[in-house]
C-alpha cells in the first residue's frame, strides 16, 4: 500500500460499506471489499480466510491470486503466518517476506526472494471470536511506517465481521424457516392424507370407504395388515377426518421401546421418578389430549403392560411413572399390528377384555400382492418423486413392469418404494429395464422369501379358539391333488405324511396343503405320534 491521507481511507471505507451492504451473496460481497482494498490502496495481493467448519482456515476472497492459487490456500490453525494470527487473535506484520522462515507461500502466488514486499495481517473477529484473518501484500516504503496501516485494516476487518455475522443469522434464520415450511408441508399434506394413499383397486376402494365411514365417530380403531401396507397414512386419514382433526396427531411404535421406557413414553414420569429423570415429563396421552394417538404395533406390548393400558381405555385416566396424582385424558386411540391377535388371544398371549377394547372397529389393509392394480400407480409416483429429487428423466418399460407385476412383495408399498429407488439409483439409461432388477439376478431379498415359502397372516381373522381338529375327509383329501388321486384314498396318518413330505417337513406349508392352521397341524401330528424331529 501506499502512502495513503487520511480523507483517502476514509473514502475507501465509505465505498466498503456500500459493498458490504449491496448484496446477500457473501463471495461476491467479500470479493468485492478485496477488489476495492486493491484498487484504492495499491496493494500487491490482498487474502481474505475464513475458518470452515472443519477448523481450517481456507481462503474465500482474493485480489492478486489465480483460483487455483486461491483453492491451495488453505491452513491449519497456528500453521504459518497467517495460520498464528487466527490462534492468537493479534495482528502481524512482517517487513520483509523474503527474511521470515514461517512464512509458507502456501498459495505460491509470492517470489520469496522479493526483498521489497510487506505483509500485514490483521484477524476477523465476531465479538471477542476470531474467524479468520484479512492479509495484504505491499511494497516497502522507509517513509511509512506499519501502524497506519494495520489500524485501517483492522476497521475494515472488522466491518467484514459484522457482515459475516449478518450473513450466518440470515442463513440460520432462513434454515428454521425452511424446516417450519417443510414441517407445515407435511402438516398440509397430512391434512389430505387420505389422498396421498396410492390405491385404484377395489380392495383399496372399500378400505376407503370404511375410513370415510368410522372417522367422523368417536370409536376406537385398529388397523389390520401386514408390515408396508400404509397403517400409519390410513391412521393419520383417521384422525384428519375426525372433529379432533384440529388436535394433535401423536403416534408410537410400541415394539420400538421395552415395557419400562413404553410406560414413562405413554404415561409421562415426574421429576427424580428414576435415574436420568432430571425433570417432569409428559407421556404421549397427554400430549394427544384433545386429539388422536396411534399406537403402532400394538400387539408386542407385554402382558403385564396391557393390563394397565386397558386401565387408561376403561377410566379415561392414569398417574404418571412416580407420581401419585390422577390425569384424566379425552384421548380417541388408534392402534395397529400385523400379528394375528385372536392367535394371541387364545393362547393367552394377549388379554381378551383389551382385544375388544382396541378391536371395536377394525379395517384390514391388503397387501400389495392382492391388489396388483396398485403397483403401477405407485410406482409411477416413487419414481416421479425420485426424477424430481435427483434431477433425473427416468421411465420404466413394459418389460420391466412386467416384471415388478409378478413378484411377491413381502414388505408391500414400503419394499416397492425401496426397490424404485434402488433400481433409480443404479441405472445408467434413461429406461428402466427389466435386467436393472436385482430380482432379475437372483440378489432380491423378495424372491429369497418366496422361494423359502414365507407365510403372511390372513386377515380378516376368526376370534374363536379353535378344538382339536379332525383330519379333511378322504374327498377332500382327494380333491388336494395327492400322488394317490387314482388309488384307495389315505388314511389320515398316510395324508398327514403326504402333507409332511410334500412340503419338506414344513409344518406352516404342511398346514396350507391340508387346509388346518399351523396350530391344528400340531395337534394332528401329536394326535398320530408323528415326530417331526427324527426327519
Not at 42 to 61: F, P
Not at 68 to 73: A, D, T, Y
Not at 172 to 188: A, G, I, N, Y
Not at 503 to 510: D, E, R
Amino acid at each position: 500500500m501506499s502512502q495513503n491521507s487520511p480523507m483517502v481511507e476514509l473514502v475507501t471505507i465509505y465505498e466498503i460499506s456500500k459493498v458490504l451492504s449491496s448484496s446477500l451473496n457473501l463471495q461476491k460481497t467479500l470479493q468485492g471489499v478485496l477488489n476495492l482494498l486493491s484498487t484504492h490502496l495499491h496493494m500487491r495481493r490482498g487474502m481474505l480466510s475464513l475458518q470452515q467448519e472443519d477448523g481450517d482456515l481456507q481462503v474465500v476472497a482474493a485480489t492478486g491470486l489465480s483460483q487455483e492459487e486461491m483453492e491451495r490456500g488453505r491452513f491449519l490453525v497456528g500453521e504459518g503466518i497467517i495460520g498464528r494470527i487466527m490462534q492468537n487473535c493479534m495482528p502481524a506484520v512482517i517487513p520483509s517476506v523474503a527474511e521470515e522462515p514461517l512464512f509458507l507461500n502456501r498459495t505460491g502466488a509470492r517470489k520469496l526472494n522479493d526483498q521489497d514486499i510487506a505483509f500485514i495481517g490483521v484477524p476477523v473477529k465476531i465479538g471477542r471470536r476470531c474467524i479468520g484473518v484479512l492479509s495484504v501484500d505491499r511494497e516497502r516504503n522507509p517513509e511509512r511506517g506499519f501502524q497506519q496501516d494495520v489500524r485501517f485494516l483492522t476497521m475494515v476487518s472488522n466491518l467484514i465481521g459484522q457482515t459475516v455475522r449478518l450473513h450466518q443469522n440470515v442463513a440460520q434464520e432462513r434454515t428454521q424457516l425452511m424446516q417450519e415450511r417443510s414441517r407445515l408441508q407435511k402438516e398440509l399434506q397430512g391434512k389430505y392424507s387420505l389422498d396421498q394413499v396410492i390405491g385404484v383397486s377395489k380392495r383399496m376402494q372399500q378400505v376407503f370407504a370404511e375410513v370415510h365411514q368410522a372417522a367422523p365417530g368417536k370409536a376406537t380403531i385398529l388397523i389390520r395388515g401386514e408390515s408396508g401396507t400404509g397403517k400409519e397414512a390410513i391412521a393419520r386419514a383417521i384422525h384428519v377426518l375426525s372433529p379432533r382433526h384440529d388436535g394433535p396427531f401423536v403416534k408410537l411404535n410400541c415394539a420400538a421401546l421395552p415395557e419400562t421406557l413404553l410406560e414413562s413414553e405413554l404415561f409421562g414420569h415426574e421429576k427424580g421418578s428414576f435415574t436420568g429423570a432430571t425433570q417432569e415429563r409428559k407421556g404421549r396421552f397427554e400430549q394427544a389430549h384433545g386429539g388422536t394417538l396411534f399406537l403402532d404395533e400394538i400387539g408386542d406390548i407385554s402382558p403385564g403392560f396391557q393390563a394397565k393400558l386397558l386401565r387408561v381405555l376403561q377410566e379415561k385416566e392414569f398417574e404418571r411413572v412416580g407420581g401419585n396424582r390422577t390425569i384424566k385424558v379425552n384421548v380417541r386411540m388408534v392402534t395397529a399390528t400385523n400379528r394375528n391377535l385372536e392367535e394371541m388371544v387364545a393362547k393367552g398371549e394377549f388379554r381378551a377384555d383389551l382385544y375388544f377394547r382396541i378391536n371395536v372397529v377394525s379395517i384390514f389393509l391388503p397387501p400389495l400382492r392382492e391388489r396388483r392394480d396398485d403397483i403401477p400407480p405407485l410406482l409411477e409416483h416413487f419414481l416421479d418423486r425420485f426424477n424430481q429429487e435427483n434431477k433425473r428423466k427416468l421411465s420404466i418399460s413394459e418389460e420391466a413392469m412386467d416384471a415388478i407385476l409378478h413378484c411377491n412383495w413381502p414388505g408391500n408399498v414400503r419394499e416397492l418404494e425401496n426397490c424404485v429407488e434402488r433400481f433409480a439409483t443404479m441405472s445408467k439409461g434413461s429406461v428402466i429395464r427389466r435386467s436393472d432388477l436385482l430380482c432379475q439376478r437372483g440378489l432380491c431379498f423378495s424372491s429369497a422369501l418366496k422361494n423359502y415359502g414365507t407365510s403372511h397372516p390372513s386377515f380378516p381373522i376368526h376370534a374363536e379358539i379353535e378344538p382339536p381338529p379332525e383330519i379333511p375327509s378322504r374327498a377332500a383329501a382327494a380333491e388336494a391333488a395327492t400322488p394317490h388321486d387314482e388309488a384307495e384314498p389315505l388314511s389320515e396318518r398316510e395324508r398327514l405324511m403326504w402333507a409332511m413330505e410334500k412340503s419338506g417337513w414344513v409344518q406352516a406349508k404342511a398346514a396350507r396343503l391340508l387346509d388346518l392352521t399351523p396350530r391344528q397341524m400340531g395337534y394332528a401330528l401329536k394326535k398320530y405320534n408323528i415326530d417331526i424331529k427324527r426327519f
